[in-house]
């Protein structure tokens, strides 16, 4: 007997201007039934998904829900009406607490006030789902890292038991352990047969989880079916009209000389805490690494463990408590971000919306930012010789856009990243530290990426990664260390390590 249909869309079309973002597209789904969304960057997956959650109004077509027309006047109203959504680009309120973004908008009252500890409770309760009870609820939103800000909006997402769930990107963020407790969620929810909508552009967790799928292409449907029939060289095919062979390309390099020395330091947010010594003592957590020219050195590790901040820490945004950041050929004491940069070391932030990226401008303002005077001229910048020199990394990057002076805000979030990581391989820097260079993008914009990162090593570049995907890290490094609750805890060959034993150390079990 074929199921009910919870979610029925038909025919959606949405235009921006002159770009058709959605042509015609179809979708039903049952249920407790888990449906993959997937395409590469622009093909319409997070357009469509805000129209259904009330975000956007679509300008034809028709949506059902319990056979019912549905139609959102807002995501507010959409919640109310049992559907929610967990944004890729992440939607807190930073200057209110963690309790006060998962329960914004429905927060339990008597007597016309808010009921505080009905209120906590359920937040507290949203929280423990995820395997998070321990999160601080009165903390400010903006003081989590971007990951612990996912757990948040996954937590507010789940609060009013939706009968459609709609996750962008969900485990973007979030490492190998988080995930897993994820899908954990993911099971008791279809259990209870809440509809999940799952868009995510790791296409193994899609085959993992997902009962069925849709691929998109240019705001059109040019797939579907059961995802236990589909294999992922086919659904990268449908994806971007190409094969993609090797997603880890190697191009030969040899790591040189030490250019990159981080010594015995103390990360800030750590000062103050201490881990065992093994010896029935404790210690202050410290961070030792060296870095080779032409190397690729990985940083793995669970959600807080430190991974960003030794980043932020060697390029000058955060101060260390003890130790030192040496730069061969330059001025360690020199540590401000003004001073790394003109040193040859170029940072890409986790968080390109607040610190990567001037969304109200042009990507050709975006690329081209620490290079404005070389298209000056009296005073003004000459914009036909800027943008024929953005237009360089759009097209080596596939960026989809209209040209280069489209406003970065237009694009969507695979793109915009592509924009920041683009601006970044512009400077003539030595050293590219990296923090999740491919959080949101596509299959086939990762092996692009991975080609270029390759290519930097082999130019004689060194890189250091942050990722919280584990394959990454393994198919690109040459080096790979772990950190674990501020501590760099062991850095092995790549060859050395497997998934497992970076799990090991990242939860301190070695």
């Known amino acids: 007997m074929t199921p009910a249909i919870r979610l029925r869309l038909t025919g959606l079309q949405k235009s921006f201007g002159a770009t058709r973002a959605l042509r015609s ?4 789904i049952a249920p407790g039934e888990v449906h993959a969304l997937i395409g590469e960057n622009g093909a319409g997956k997070s357009t469509l998904m805000k129209i259904l959650s009330g975000a956007h109004a679509a300008d034809a077509g028709t949506m ?3 056979g019912q027309s549905y139609q959102p006047e807002n995501p507010h109203d959409a919640r109310l009406k049992g559907v929610a959504m967990i944004y890729q680009e992440l939607n807190l309120a930073l200057h209110l607490t963690a309790q006060e973004n998962i329960l914004l908008g429905a927060e339990s009252t008597r007597w016309g006030c808010v009921d505080q500890a009905t209120s906590r409770a359920r937040a507290q309760t949203a929280l423990e789902q995820l395997g998070h009870g321990g999160l601080a609820l009165d903390q400010k939103a903006g003081d989590f890292s971007i990951a612990e800000q996912q757990i948040i909006e996954i937590a507010r997402a789940l609060l009013l038991q939706p009968q459609v769930l709609i996750m962008d990107e969900p485990t973007s963020s979030l490492t190998q352990a988080d995930t897993e407790k994820l899908f954990a969620t993911i099971s008791r929810l279809r259990a209870q047969g809440v509809s999940i909508i799952y868009i995510s552009h790791f296409l193994e967790e899609c085959s993992r989880i997902a009962d069925r799928y849709t691929v998109l292409k240019d705001g059109e449907t040019v797939g579907s079916g059961a995802m236990k029939d589909a294999t992922l060289d086919h659904l990268v095919t449908l994806m971007t009209g190409r094969e993609v062979k090797d997603l880890y390309p190697r191009t030969p390099h040899q790591p040189g000389a030490v250019v990159l020395a981080v010594k015995t330091a103390v990360l ?3 000062a103050g805490r201490n881990v065992s010594s093994g010896h029935g003592s404790s210690v202050q957590p410290t961070c030792s690494l060296e870095v080779r020219a032409g190397e690729i050195f990985g940083l793995a590790g669970l959600i807080g463990a430190g991974r960003t901040d030794l980043l932020r820490a060697i390029f000058g945004l955060d101060t260390l408590t003890r130790g030192e950041v040496c730069l061969i ?4 004491q020199a540590a401000t971000p003004r001073h790394r940069w003109q040193q040859g070391v170029g940072f890409l932030s986790e968080n390109r919306k607040e610190e990567g990226l001037m969304l109200n401008q042009s990507i050709a303002d975006n690329l081209t930012l620490t290079k404005m005077n070389t298209f000056g001229r009296g005073g003004w910048v000459q914009q036909n010789r800027q943008q024929r020199a953005a237009q ?5 990057l596939r960026v989809k856009c209209r040209d280069s002076a489209q406003t970065i805000s237009e694009l969507s979030g695979g793109n915009q990243q592509k924009v920041a990581l683009a ?7 030595q050293i590219f530290l990296l923090d999740e260079p491919t959080r949101g993008i596509d299959v086939g914009s990762k092996a692009q990426i991975y080609q270029l990162v390759s290519e930097l090593a082999a130019a004689g570049k060194a890189v250091v990664i942050v990722s919280s995907y584990l394959p990454e890290l393994l198919g690109l490094c040459d080096t790979i260390g772990v950190m674990c609750r501020g501590e760099l805890t062991a850095i092995r060959p790549r060859a050395d390590w497997s998934e497992t034993d970076i799990m090991r150390a990242a939860t301190g079990s070695t």
Request: glycine share 4%.
């Open 268 to 270: 800030a947010r750590f």
């Open 329 to 332: 050929g330059a001025d360690a």
């Open 392 to 396: 360089h990394w759009v097209d080596a």
């Open 25 to 28: 597209v179809s979708l039903a």
């Open 423 to 429: 601006r970044l391989l512009e400077h003539p820097a």
């Open 64 to 66: 059902e829900l319990s």
